[in-house]
């Protein structure tokens, strides 16, 4: 089915630990999000992107890192695993986000740093 | 600047009652404005969205809302609940241009009581 792909589902990392949260989406979708989401929060965004190559911080940057080498995987980069890191993860694609298209999630990765 | 408030944390009902879920909006530019569901352990899924043609605007599950620019609102609205319908709400504001261009309010846990 076409949609965004996110893996894993559920992870648990050691303090220190480093990992990498894949999303692949199948829309030939330009823009390319991902957000965290903390108990009784909104979805605050991490790091977006507006194309293959590109790249740019989103609300809370700090401890994560992303690329873009293709349309299709955006891939979210945790170096240095922190307690503070422990959230829900959502990746998100539009075709245009200056229209009223939408955006479609992925079902996110439920991280736990202990 | 751009905001959304969600009036309600927590909205309880009884299964077969009305349903109502507020959200007001500050936007400093013709917002667009969605509502998204999330199931437990489940991605965001659209309900809506108002793409400033009618006013009032029809979503899936029977779920409608009102955009009101003199009140700055745009309610989720459900005549009947129905157990399926328990699950957390968001009000999302997105502005006609840039990328980086959603807003999301913090959310409304709907539970609906057999």
């Known amino acids: 089915n076409a949609g965004v792909t996110q893996t894993p589902k559920f992870r648990i990392l050691k303090i220190g630990q480093s990992m990498t949260l894949q999303c692949t989406q199948d829309?030939?979708?330009?823009?390319m999000y991902w957000y965290r989401q903390d108990p009784g929060m909104g979805l605050k965004l991490i790091y977006y992107s507006v194309g293959a190559g590109i790249t740019d911080k989103g609300e809370v940057p700090n401890g994560y890192n992303v690329s873009r080498s293709t349309t299709e995987d955006f891939p979210l980069r945790l170096e240095l695993a922190a307690p503070s890191q422990t959230s829900v993860y959502f990746c998100?694609?539009?075709?245009?986000?200056?229209?009223?298209?939408?955006?479609?999630f992925g079902s996110g990765t439920r991280l736990t740093v202990v | 600047a751009q905001s959304v408030t969600q009036l309600d944390s927590h909205v309880s009902v009884s299964e077969g009652t009305p349903v109502l879920l507020r959200c007001n909006y500050s936007s400093s530019y013709s917002p667009s404005l969605f509502w998204y569901v999330q199931h437990p352990n489940k991605g965001l899924q659209l309900l809506l969205k108002?793409?400033?043609?009618?006013?009032l605007v029809k979503g899936i599950n029977g779920f409608e809302a009102e955009f009101k620019k003199s009140e700055t609102s745009f309610h989720l609205t459900k005549p009947s609940a129905h157990m399926s319908d328990a699950a957390e709400y968001f009000c999302?504001?997105?502005?006609?241009?840039?990328?980086?261009?959603?807003?999301f309010g913090t959310g409304t846990r709907l539970t609906v009581i057999p």
């Open positions: 999302v504001v997105t502005l006609q241009t840039g990328a980086n261009n959603l807003f």
């Open positions: 998100a694609s539009t075709l245009r986000p200056e229209t009223n298209y939408g955006y479609t």
């Open positions: 108002y793409t400033s043609a009618a006013t």
């Open positions: 829309m030939n979708h330009n823009y």
